[in-house]
């Protein structure tokens, strides 16, 4: 299957695309945001990096041009999670690969199977802090370290335009504390940033790392409920289990090749 075929996507107007992976069929299907700027554009997060994520958006003539030349293209993941980095990440052990031949309703090449499956390593260009500024051009993101969900845990803000890519942090569903980097504590810190955020007026959209996009009251009442549960109901016993259970179970899969 061409790369053209794995993806689809949909323009929200403003130089921003929403994409994901037509044939991966799972709660844990990540939303693939392209950002374009002036100077350059942007993709946050890169799903599994089954087919090739640059050549179906070259394929379809996404990226924003000027007369002489298309943009460069610049990825971030927005955690090292395997639905999220794709091909971004350097170490399969971080990107903790879990998928079955379940969730994939079309092979990505004749005789693939999830098993086998491993994230094919590169070396990140630059690993972001908290408050670097990525420069588009006409557009500013601003990293914030968001950890809880993930150590590593970012959302980029775009200030002017009131958008937080959010990534694991924050999405409209039941929020993830119990894997094996995961910290009750820490997400509660970063809850209270989100919350932060909307009283100050400076998010409007959140375009989330899993399901749809929602505005800034959704996101007060998904960051205030978390706090209060995980404050009145540790459930200390139930996140240590989940945690030891979900980190054997990585350890079970083991990787041996890609497609
Ligand atoms: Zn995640």
């Not at 845990?153 to 504390?177: E, P, Q």
């Amino acid at each position: 299957m061409s790369a053209a075929d794995w993806y689809a996507h949909k323009s929200l107007g403003d130089g921003l695309f929403w994409i994901q992976e037509r044939f991966y069929q799972s709660d844990n299907r990540a939303n693939i945001w392209l950002l374009r700027g002036t100077h350059q554009d942007v993709v946050i997060d890169t799903g599994l990096g089954l087919r090739s994520l640059p050549d179906y958006i070259d394929s379809k003539g996404l990226l924003g041009k000027d007369p002489q030349r298309k943009n460069p293209l610049l990825a971030i993941a927005t955690h090292a999670h395997f639905d999220h980095s794709g091909a971004c990440t350097s170490s399969n052990r971080w990107a903790s690969t879990a998928q079955s031949d379940r969730e994939i309703a079309e092979a990505p090449c004749p005789g693939w199977r999830a098993r086998n499956y491993k994230v094919k390593a590169v070396q990140p260009t630059h690993i972001l802090q908290e408050g670097d500024v990525i420069n588009l051009g006409d557009r500013q993101l601003t990293v914030l370290h968001m950890p809880g969900h993930s150590r590593g845990s970012i959302c980029l803000h775009d200030r002017d335009n009131k958008l937080l890519f959010s990534g694991d942090v924050v999405y409209d569903g039941a929020m993830i504390d119990w894997l094996p980097y995961s910290h009750v504590s820490d997400y509660i810190s970063s809850c209270e940033r989100l919350v932060g955020l909307v009283d100050s007026e400076q998010v409007d959209q959140v375009l989330p790392g899993h399901y749809n996009a929602f505005g800034a009251k959704r996101l007060h009442r998904i960051a205030t409920g978390y706090i209060s549960r995980a404050e009145t109901c540790p459930a200390k016993f139930s996140t240590f289990a989940w945690r030891t259970l979900a980190g054997v179970a990585l350890r079970a899969f083991n990787p041996r090749s890609a497609c």
